[in-house]
Nanobody, 125 residues
Framework: QLQLAESGGGLVQPGGSLRLSCAAS????????IGWFRQAPGKEREGISC????????VYLDSVKDRFTISRDNAKNTVYLQMNNLKPEDTGNYSC??????????????????WGQGTQVTVSS
């Protein structure tokens, strides 16, 4: 069973940057599209980005487009989420998840089979 582990979260000031990593337990990561999700306190989890299994297609939530960049290195079994110009509303627990092959037009949690435990991102001055 594919296992995912996130890292890279932390406390950052508004306008700052963080890079999250999602490391997989096995070399089959290249078969899966990987999505990033976040859940703020008192809010539902939302899908914010996805990268297809080969890295040739990406999807972004409108509110993070032009600030966040998703990428992957299948040789390292790792997917990254570079987050720039962070805002307080980006605060939340960020999780990565895997689904077979490709990204859908919208990053919907019901489509993802394997999940990491999450890493906390707090944007505050």
């Amino acid at each position: 069973q594919l296992q995912l582990a996130e890292s890279g979260g932390g406390l950052v000031q508004p306008g700052g940057s963080l890079r999250l990593s999602c490391a997989a337990s096995e070399s089959t990561l290249g078969h899966y599209a990987i999505g990033w999700f976040r859940q703020a306190p008192g809010k539902e989890r939302e899908g914010i980005s996805c990268v297809a299994n080969r890295g040739d297609s990406t999807v972004y939530l409108d509110s993070v487009k032009d600030r966040f960049t998703i990428s992957r290195d299948n040789a390292k079994n790792t997917v990254y989420l570079q987050m720039n110009n962070l805002k307080p509303e980006d605060t939340g627990n960020y999780s990565c998840a895997a689904t077979w092959g490709f990204c859908s037009r919208y990053v919907e949690s019901a489509e993802y089979e394997y999940w990491g435990q999450g890493t906390q991102v707090t944007v505050s001055s």
